[in-house]
Protein backbone atom coordinates (compact mmCIF):
# COMPACT_ATOMS: atom_id res chain seq x y z
CA UNK A 1 0.00 0.00 0.00
CA UNK A 2 1.37 3.73 -0.69
CA UNK A 3 -0.27 6.86 0.86
CA UNK A 4 -0.36 10.47 0.39
CA UNK A 5 1.38 12.23 2.88
CA UNK A 6 0.06 16.01 3.08
CA UNK A 7 1.98 19.47 4.77
CA UNK A 8 0.79 20.02 8.49
CA UNK A 9 0.23 22.45 11.06
CA UNK A 10 -1.52 23.44 14.28
CA UNK A 11 -1.39 19.81 15.66
CA UNK A 12 -3.39 19.33 18.36
CA UNK A 13 -4.85 16.97 21.04
CA UNK A 14 -4.24 13.45 22.90
CA UNK A 15 -2.69 10.38 21.21
CA UNK A 16 -3.25 7.00 22.11
CA UNK A 17 0.24 5.75 21.73
CA UNK A 18 0.51 1.55 21.41
CA UNK A 19 2.20 -0.78 23.61
CA UNK A 20 5.81 -1.19 24.03
CA UNK A 21 6.91 -3.53 21.35
CA UNK A 22 9.97 -5.19 23.44
CA UNK A 23 7.70 -5.48 26.57
CA UNK A 24 5.20 -7.28 24.55
CA UNK A 25 7.46 -9.83 23.15
CA UNK A 26 9.16 -10.55 26.27
CA UNK A 27 5.67 -10.58 27.88
CA UNK A 28 4.96 -13.47 25.71
CA UNK A 29 7.92 -15.48 25.83
CA UNK A 30 8.55 -14.77 29.84
CA UNK A 31 4.50 -15.98 30.43
CA UNK A 32 4.54 -19.12 28.36
CA UNK A 33 7.47 -20.17 30.88
CA UNK A 34 6.48 -19.13 34.11
CA UNK A 35 3.76 -20.77 36.43
CA UNK A 36 0.33 -19.68 36.54
CA UNK A 37 -2.04 -17.04 33.91
CA UNK A 38 -0.13 -14.38 33.13
CA UNK A 39 -2.68 -11.43 31.67
CA UNK A 40 -0.58 -8.20 29.66
CA UNK A 41 -2.67 -5.17 28.84
CA UNK A 42 -2.29 -3.06 26.23
CA UNK A 43 -0.25 -5.34 24.56
CA UNK A 44 0.78 -4.58 21.00
CA UNK A 45 -1.01 -6.18 18.57
CA UNK A 46 1.48 -5.58 15.57
CA UNK A 47 2.72 -8.05 13.14
CA UNK A 48 6.00 -9.12 15.36
CA UNK A 49 4.48 -9.70 18.35
CA UNK A 50 1.50 -11.36 17.19
CA UNK A 51 4.19 -13.83 15.21
CA UNK A 52 6.03 -14.19 18.80
CA UNK A 53 2.36 -15.10 20.18
CA UNK A 54 2.07 -17.80 17.03
CA UNK A 55 5.51 -19.41 18.09
CA UNK A 56 4.28 -19.72 21.46
CA UNK A 57 0.96 -21.58 20.76
CA UNK A 58 2.70 -23.47 18.27
CA UNK A 59 4.48 -25.36 21.20
CA UNK A 60 1.50 -26.07 23.34
CA UNK A 61 0.96 -22.98 25.11
CA UNK A 62 -2.78 -21.29 25.43
CA UNK A 63 -2.75 -17.91 24.47
CA UNK A 64 -6.11 -16.45 24.06
CA UNK A 65 -6.16 -12.65 22.14
CA UNK A 66 -8.88 -10.03 23.17
CA UNK A 67 -8.32 -6.66 22.03
CA UNK A 68 -5.16 -5.37 23.65
CA UNK A 69 -5.33 -8.13 26.15
CA UNK A 70 -3.08 -11.30 26.42
CA UNK A 71 -4.11 -14.15 28.60
CA UNK A 72 -0.74 -16.73 29.05
CA UNK A 73 -1.32 -19.72 30.48
CA UNK A 74 2.39 -20.61 31.45
CA UNK A 75 3.50 -24.27 32.08
CA UNK A 76 7.10 -23.52 34.03
CA UNK A 77 10.05 -23.63 32.25
CA UNK A 78 10.10 -27.29 30.77
CA UNK A 79 6.53 -26.92 30.04
CA UNK A 80 7.05 -26.02 26.44
CA UNK A 81 6.22 -28.79 24.19
CA UNK A 82 8.46 -29.62 20.51
CA UNK A 83 6.58 -28.08 17.58
CA UNK A 84 5.26 -29.86 15.06
CA UNK A 85 6.80 -27.82 12.19
CA UNK A 86 8.94 -24.83 11.45
CA UNK A 87 8.45 -21.92 13.96
CA UNK A 88 7.66 -18.72 11.66
CA UNK A 89 8.98 -15.45 12.87
CA UNK A 90 8.05 -13.23 9.80
CA UNK A 91 10.24 -10.14 9.85
CA UNK A 92 10.85 -9.82 13.42
CA UNK A 93 14.71 -10.38 14.78
CA UNK A 94 13.46 -9.61 18.66
CA UNK A 95 11.01 -13.19 18.53
CA UNK A 96 14.28 -15.07 16.90
CA UNK A 97 17.14 -14.02 18.67
CA UNK A 98 15.55 -14.35 22.04
CA UNK A 99 13.74 -17.39 21.40
CA UNK A 100 16.58 -19.26 20.21
CA UNK A 101 18.22 -19.16 24.03
CA UNK A 102 14.71 -20.23 25.37
CA UNK A 103 15.01 -23.03 22.97
CA UNK A 104 18.30 -24.12 23.62
CA UNK A 105 17.29 -25.25 26.94
CA UNK A 106 14.81 -27.43 26.11
CA UNK A 107 14.26 -30.90 25.63
CA UNK A 108 13.33 -31.32 21.77
CA UNK A 109 14.78 -29.75 18.62
CA UNK A 110 13.09 -26.92 16.74
CA UNK A 111 14.12 -24.89 13.43
CA UNK A 112 13.73 -20.98 13.69
CA UNK A 113 12.78 -19.20 10.08
CA UNK A 114 11.41 -16.17 9.09
CA UNK A 115 10.62 -13.83 6.21
CA UNK A 116 13.51 -13.07 3.44
CA UNK A 117 14.35 -9.79 5.38
CA UNK A 118 14.95 -11.91 8.40
CA UNK A 119 16.42 -14.61 6.46
CA UNK A 120 19.50 -11.77 5.86
CA UNK A 121 20.02 -10.71 9.29
CA UNK A 122 22.86 -11.42 10.95
CA UNK A 123 22.72 -14.07 14.20
CA UNK A 124 26.19 -14.96 14.58
CA UNK A 125 26.23 -12.94 18.09
CA UNK A 126 23.70 -15.49 19.48
CA UNK A 127 24.94 -18.48 18.07
CA UNK A 128 28.47 -17.86 19.25
CA UNK A 129 27.45 -17.43 22.89
CA UNK A 130 24.79 -20.18 22.78
CA UNK A 131 27.47 -22.58 21.41
CA UNK A 132 29.79 -21.85 24.37
CA UNK A 133 26.66 -23.08 26.36
CA UNK A 134 27.02 -26.07 25.12
CA UNK A 135 23.93 -25.63 22.83
CA UNK A 136 23.59 -27.32 19.45
CA UNK A 137 22.55 -24.92 16.72
CA UNK A 138 23.05 -25.32 12.86
CA UNK A 139 22.49 -22.03 10.80
CA UNK A 140 22.82 -21.51 7.12
CA UNK A 141 25.98 -20.02 5.34
CA UNK A 142 29.19 -18.41 7.16
CA UNK A 143 27.30 -15.42 8.50
CA UNK A 144 25.10 -17.71 10.33
CA UNK A 145 21.66 -16.33 9.03
CA UNK A 146 18.48 -18.09 9.67
CA UNK A 147 16.96 -20.42 9.47
CA UNK A 148 18.38 -22.05 12.81
CA UNK A 149 17.75 -25.49 14.00
CA UNK A 150 18.34 -26.04 17.56
CA UNK A 151 19.09 -29.18 19.48
CA UNK A 152 17.58 -27.95 23.25
CA UNK A 153 19.90 -29.70 25.96
CA UNK A 154 21.78 -29.24 28.84
CA UNK A 155 23.63 -26.26 29.19
CA UNK A 156 26.50 -24.57 31.26
CA UNK A 157 26.86 -21.04 32.47
CA UNK A 158 28.83 -18.59 31.26
CA UNK A 159 30.45 -15.28 31.11
CA UNK A 160 30.18 -13.67 28.29
CA UNK A 161 31.62 -10.17 27.29
CA UNK A 162 28.91 -8.87 23.74
CA UNK A 163 31.16 -7.58 21.00
CA UNK A 164 28.20 -4.56 20.73
CA UNK A 165 25.96 -3.11 23.11
CA UNK A 166 22.77 -5.60 21.86
CA UNK A 167 19.48 -6.00 24.32
CA UNK A 168 18.44 -9.07 22.13
CA UNK A 169 22.07 -10.52 22.24
CA UNK A 170 21.76 -10.17 25.89
CA UNK A 171 18.65 -11.73 26.45
CA UNK A 172 19.04 -14.46 24.19
CA UNK A 173 21.75 -15.44 26.64
CA UNK A 174 20.04 -14.52 29.98
CA UNK A 175 17.29 -16.35 29.36
CA UNK A 176 19.34 -19.36 27.96
CA UNK A 177 21.10 -18.94 31.33
CA UNK A 178 17.83 -19.84 33.09
CA UNK A 179 18.06 -23.13 32.03
CA UNK A 180 21.83 -23.31 32.76
CA UNK A 181 23.84 -25.06 35.39
CA UNK A 182 25.77 -21.73 37.36
CA UNK A 183 25.19 -18.28 36.91
CA UNK A 184 25.45 -16.81 33.73
CA UNK A 185 27.02 -13.24 33.33
CA UNK A 186 26.56 -10.64 30.30
CA UNK A 187 29.11 -7.98 29.96
CA UNK A 188 28.30 -4.97 27.49
CA UNK A 189 30.58 -2.69 26.34
CA UNK A 190 27.87 0.20 26.72
CA UNK A 191 24.28 -0.40 29.07
CA UNK A 192 21.84 -1.29 25.96
CA UNK A 193 17.81 -1.85 27.06
CA UNK A 194 16.96 -3.36 30.49
CA UNK A 195 13.37 -4.92 29.50
CA UNK A 196 14.41 -8.60 30.04
CA UNK A 197 16.61 -7.96 33.24
CA UNK A 198 13.17 -6.17 34.55
CA UNK A 199 10.55 -8.62 33.50
CA UNK A 200 12.96 -12.14 34.73
CA UNK A 201 12.87 -10.11 38.21
CA UNK A 202 9.70 -9.23 38.19
CA UNK A 203 8.50 -12.58 37.38
CA UNK A 204 10.79 -14.18 40.18
CA UNK A 205 14.09 -14.66 38.68
CA UNK A 206 17.36 -14.28 40.85
CA UNK A 207 18.35 -11.11 38.58
CA UNK A 208 21.47 -9.39 39.47
CA UNK A 209 22.86 -5.83 37.62
CA UNK A 210 25.91 -3.97 38.55
CA UNK A 211 26.69 -1.36 35.90
CA UNK A 212 27.32 -2.88 32.48
CA UNK A 213 27.04 -6.42 33.92
CA UNK A 214 23.95 -8.49 33.98
CA UNK A 215 23.87 -11.90 35.85
CA UNK A 216 20.96 -14.49 36.07
CA UNK A 217 21.05 -17.90 37.99
CA UNK A 218 18.63 -20.75 37.70
CA UNK A 219 16.90 -22.53 40.58
CA UNK A 220 13.60 -20.41 41.04
CA UNK A 221 10.26 -21.28 39.05
CA UNK A 222 8.84 -18.02 37.77
CA UNK A 223 5.49 -16.87 38.68
CA UNK A 224 2.92 -15.66 36.60
CA UNK A 225 2.07 -12.03 36.51
CA UNK A 226 -0.94 -9.31 35.38
CA UNK A 227 0.99 -6.11 34.51
CA UNK A 228 -0.08 -3.01 31.91
CA UNK A 229 2.15 -2.76 28.90
CA UNK A 230 3.39 1.17 28.79
CA UNK A 231 2.87 2.84 25.59
CA UNK A 232 6.30 2.62 23.29
CA UNK A 233 8.49 5.65 23.86
CA UNK A 234 9.55 4.47 20.61
CA UNK A 235 6.09 4.99 18.77
CA UNK A 236 5.45 8.23 20.77
CA UNK A 237 8.96 9.32 19.24
CA UNK A 238 7.61 10.16 15.89
CA UNK A 239 4.91 12.68 17.21
CA UNK A 240 7.28 14.25 19.63
CA UNK A 241 9.31 15.07 16.66
CA UNK A 242 6.36 15.54 14.56
CA UNK A 243 4.94 18.46 16.94
CA UNK A 244 8.64 19.66 17.65
CA UNK A 245 8.73 20.47 14.04
CA UNK A 246 5.33 22.13 13.38
CA UNK A 247 4.30 24.99 13.72
CA UNK A 248 2.03 26.02 16.53
CA UNK A 249 1.46 22.60 17.37
CA UNK A 250 0.80 21.23 20.99
CA UNK A 251 0.13 17.32 21.66
CA UNK A 252 -0.14 14.97 25.08
CA UNK A 253 0.77 11.45 25.19
CA UNK A 254 -0.71 9.49 28.62
CA UNK A 255 1.06 6.38 29.95
CA UNK A 256 4.27 6.65 27.78
CA UNK A 257 7.21 3.79 28.79
CA UNK A 258 9.85 6.12 30.90
CA UNK A 259 12.59 2.84 31.31
CA UNK A 260 15.77 4.90 31.77
CA UNK A 261 17.56 2.96 29.26
CA UNK A 262 15.41 3.79 26.54
CA UNK A 263 14.58 7.41 27.29
CA UNK A 264 17.43 8.99 25.99
CA UNK A 265 15.28 10.22 22.91
CA UNK A 266 13.74 12.78 25.47
CA UNK A 267 17.10 13.97 26.61
CA UNK A 268 18.56 14.28 23.33
CA UNK A 269 15.20 16.10 21.64
CA UNK A 270 15.21 18.11 24.91
CA UNK A 271 19.14 19.23 24.37
CA UNK A 272 17.85 20.00 21.06
CA UNK A 273 15.71 22.90 22.71
CA UNK A 274 12.51 21.19 22.18
CA UNK A 275 10.01 21.88 24.42
CA UNK A 276 9.05 18.55 26.41
CA UNK A 277 7.09 18.36 29.73
CA UNK A 278 7.67 14.67 31.05
CA UNK A 279 5.29 14.39 34.22
CA UNK A 280 6.44 10.81 36.06
CA UNK A 281 3.91 8.71 37.18
CA UNK A 282 3.57 7.27 40.94
CA UNK A 283 3.50 3.63 39.57
CA UNK A 284 5.17 1.00 41.34
CA UNK A 285 4.85 -1.86 38.41
CA UNK A 286 6.82 -3.51 35.69
CA UNK A 287 8.48 -0.43 33.91
CA UNK A 288 7.95 3.31 34.95
CA UNK A 289 5.85 5.64 32.83
CA UNK A 290 5.10 8.87 32.18
CA UNK A 291 3.02 12.13 30.49
CA UNK A 292 4.18 14.07 28.19
CA UNK A 293 3.38 17.62 26.89
CA UNK A 294 5.17 18.64 23.36
CA UNK A 295 5.10 22.25 22.16
CA UNK A 296 6.51 23.19 18.42
CA UNK A 297 10.24 24.27 19.04
CA UNK A 298 12.83 26.26 17.17
CA UNK A 299 15.72 23.14 17.69
CA UNK A 300 19.54 23.30 17.43
CA UNK A 301 22.24 21.06 16.49
CA UNK A 302 23.64 18.21 18.46
CA UNK A 303 26.21 15.46 18.47
CA UNK A 304 25.14 11.95 19.50
CA UNK A 305 27.93 9.54 21.41
CA UNK A 306 28.88 6.37 20.13
CA UNK A 307 27.93 5.63 23.92
CA UNK A 308 24.65 6.57 22.81
CA UNK A 309 23.17 4.59 20.19
CA UNK A 310 22.35 1.60 22.00
CA UNK A 311 19.72 3.33 23.80
CA UNK A 312 18.54 5.35 20.66
CA UNK A 313 18.94 2.53 18.33
CA UNK A 314 14.77 2.55 17.28
CA UNK A 315 14.75 6.39 17.36
CA UNK A 316 18.18 7.31 15.13
CA UNK A 317 15.85 7.83 11.91
CA UNK A 318 13.47 10.28 13.28
CA UNK A 319 16.52 12.14 14.89
CA UNK A 320 17.66 12.56 11.86
CA UNK A 321 14.37 14.08 10.86
CA UNK A 322 14.94 16.29 13.56
CA UNK A 323 18.04 17.62 12.65
CA UNK A 324 17.17 18.27 9.49
CA UNK A 325 15.29 21.21 10.82
CA UNK A 326 17.56 22.21 13.44
CA UNK A 327 20.13 24.98 13.23
CA UNK A 328 23.59 23.75 12.45
CA UNK A 329 25.42 20.53 11.99
CA UNK A 330 24.47 17.23 13.84
CA UNK A 331 26.67 14.40 14.02
CA UNK A 332 25.41 10.83 15.06
CA UNK A 333 28.32 8.58 15.99
CA UNK A 334 28.95 5.16 15.72
CA UNK A 335 25.79 3.81 13.83
CA UNK A 336 26.59 0.96 12.05
CA UNK A 337 24.17 -1.49 13.55
CA UNK A 338 21.25 0.65 11.69
CA UNK A 339 22.51 -1.18 8.32
CA UNK A 340 21.57 -4.94 9.82
CA UNK A 341 18.41 -3.75 10.78
CA UNK A 342 15.31 -4.31 9.14
CA UNK A 343 16.71 -2.71 5.94
CA UNK A 344 19.92 -0.93 5.54
CA UNK A 345 18.49 2.26 7.64
CA UNK A 346 21.58 4.59 7.32
CA UNK A 347 21.27 3.95 3.40
CA UNK A 348 17.43 4.23 3.67
CA UNK A 349 17.48 7.59 5.65
CA UNK A 350 19.89 8.81 3.48
CA UNK A 351 18.28 8.38 0.20
CA UNK A 352 15.10 9.94 1.37
CA UNK A 353 16.11 12.74 3.03
CA UNK A 354 18.56 13.66 0.33
CA UNK A 355 15.68 13.57 -2.24
CA UNK A 356 13.35 15.49 0.32
CA UNK A 357 17.02 18.68 -0.32
CA UNK A 358 18.08 17.71 3.10
CA UNK A 359 21.67 17.90 3.27
CA UNK A 360 22.53 14.69 5.01
CA UNK A 361 25.93 12.46 4.21
CA UNK A 362 26.96 9.07 6.11
CA UNK A 363 30.68 9.39 6.84
CA UNK A 364 32.08 5.97 7.39
CA UNK A 365 29.90 4.48 10.85
CA UNK A 366 28.88 8.43 11.00
CA UNK A 367 25.58 10.70 9.92
CA UNK A 368 25.97 14.22 9.43
CA UNK A 369 22.93 16.14 8.65
CA UNK A 370 23.20 20.51 8.08
CA UNK A 371 19.78 21.43 9.35
CA UNK A 372 17.66 24.27 7.73
CA UNK A 373 14.15 25.96 8.37
CA UNK A 374 13.50 25.15 4.69
CA UNK A 375 10.58 23.70 3.21
CA UNK A 376 11.45 20.49 2.39
CA UNK A 377 11.21 19.05 -1.04
CA UNK A 378 8.04 16.92 -2.50
CA UNK A 379 8.67 13.92 -4.17
CA UNK A 380 8.28 10.02 -3.83
CA UNK A 381 9.51 8.29 -0.55
CA UNK A 382 10.48 4.73 -0.15
CA UNK A 383 9.80 3.06 2.95
CA UNK A 384 12.34 0.08 1.82
CA UNK A 385 10.34 -2.35 3.72
CA UNK A 386 10.76 -1.02 7.33
CA UNK A 387 8.59 0.69 9.34
CA UNK A 388 10.57 3.26 10.92
CA UNK A 389 11.85 4.36 7.60
CA UNK A 390 8.34 4.43 6.76
CA UNK A 391 6.91 6.54 9.60
CA UNK A 392 9.95 8.72 9.50
CA UNK A 393 9.45 9.72 6.10
CA UNK A 394 5.03 10.40 7.16
CA UNK A 395 7.01 12.73 9.85
CA UNK A 396 8.87 14.49 6.96
CA UNK A 397 6.24 15.07 4.82
CA UNK A 398 4.72 17.10 7.51
CA UNK A 399 7.04 19.99 6.47
CA UNK A 400 7.22 19.03 2.98
CA UNK A 401 6.17 22.15 0.69
CA UNK A 402 3.51 19.61 -1.23
CA UNK A 403 2.34 16.56 -0.59
CA UNK A 404 4.72 13.60 -0.37
CA UNK A 405 3.34 10.04 -1.73
CA UNK A 406 5.46 7.10 0.28
CA UNK A 407 5.70 3.50 -1.37
CA UNK A 408 4.83 0.12 0.33
CA UNK A 409 3.92 1.28 4.12
CA UNK A 410 1.80 -2.00 5.11
CA UNK A 411 5.50 -2.58 7.10
CA UNK A 412 4.14 -0.26 9.49
CA UNK A 413 1.89 -2.62 10.83
CA UNK A 414 5.00 -4.35 12.43
CA UNK A 415 5.11 -1.81 15.65
CA UNK A 416 1.97 0.89 15.42
CA UNK A 417 -1.14 -0.36 13.53
CA UNK A 418 -3.09 2.35 12.85
CA UNK A 419 -0.61 4.52 12.85
CA UNK A 420 -1.83 6.51 9.69
CA UNK A 421 -5.01 7.00 11.45
CA UNK A 422 -3.70 8.14 14.24
CA UNK A 423 -1.72 11.09 12.29
CA UNK A 424 -5.02 11.92 9.91
CA UNK A 425 -6.96 12.82 13.25
CA UNK A 426 -4.26 15.25 14.11
CA UNK A 427 -4.95 17.33 10.82
Known amino acids: MNVTAKPLKGLKGEIKIPGDKSISHRAAMIGSISNGITVARNFLMGEDCLCTVKAMQSMGIDIEVDRSKVTIYGKGLKGLEAPKEDIYLGNSGTSMRLMAGILAGQNFSSV ?4 NSLSKRPMKRIVDPLKKMGANIRTRGSDFYAPIKIQGGKLKAISYRTPVASAQVKSCILLAGLYAEGTT ?10 HTERMLSFFGAEVKRDGLTAAVSPGRDLRSKEFYVPSDISSAAFFIVLALITRDSEIFMRSVG ?7 IL ?9 ITVKRNNDEGLEPT ?25 EI ?7 SRAEGVTAIKGVEELRVKETDRIHSIVDNLSRMGVDIKAAGNDLVINGSKKDLNACMLESYGDHRTAMSMAVASGVAKAECKIKDVDCVDTSFPGFFETLKGLG
Not at 112 to 115: N, Q, R, S, V
Not at 185 to 194: A, T
Not at 267 to 275: C, E
Open 267 to 275: DVLTRMGGS
Open 317 to 323: PIICVAA
Open 185 to 194: QVVEPYISRD
Open 112 to 115: LTGD
Open 290 to 314: CELKVKSSGLKATVIKREEIAQLID
Open 258 to 264: MNPTRSK
